[in-house]
């Protein structure tokens, strides 16, 4: 019997931190109410699902992610209105673009509804450029 220690099997390169991660393009594909795995999924199909992934993840609120995974959107409302808009284009701007593939995130507009904001923002990957919807709505 051969046993293997980490450092045998894998690359050198996996254990040295000043390498990033490269974003995997093919992943399991959830179901429209995230919450069940039908299959999998990957080019533009894997990317919106990882955005949707990012955007409905508190920043910190789950152990299994990373400290830097998701959007800390709850802290908002507290700001002024003038703020709010600001902010929550800078914190979808810095998750969106730790994933590898997105080159940019540009051309907000947002439209104040009844209990939340609703966002339209461009996600520019080496592909193409993806219109992407979102809805915050207050707690």
């Known amino acids: 019997m051969t046993l293997y220690y980490f450092e045998s099997v894998l690359p050198e390169s996996y254990f040295d931190l000043e390498t990033e991660p490269i974003m995997a393009n093919k992943t399991y594909r959830l179901t429209e109410n995230r919450k069940r795995i039908r299959g999998d999924c990957d080019g533009k199909s894997s990317l919106c699902q990882s955005i949707a992934k990012r955007l409905s ?12 995974y998701g959007v800390a959107f709850d802290d908002l409302w507290d700001l002024p209105a003038t703020l709010i ?17 997105i080159l940019s995130v540009k051309n907000f507009v947002f439209q104040r509804c ?6 339209e923002f461009a996600v520019a990957t080496e592909e193409e450029e993806t219109v992407i919807d979102w809805r915050l709505e207050y707690d």
């Not at 808009?85 to 593939?101: F, G, N, P, Y």
Request: aromatic content about 6%.
């Open 57 to 68: 993840t508190e920043r910190g609120a789950y152990p299994i992610y990373g400290e830097l």
């Open 85 to 101: 808009e600001t902010e929550v284009e800078a914190r979808i701007k810095e998750s969106l673009l730790q994933d590898d593939r």
């Open 114 to 119: 009844e209990n939340g904001l609703e966002v």
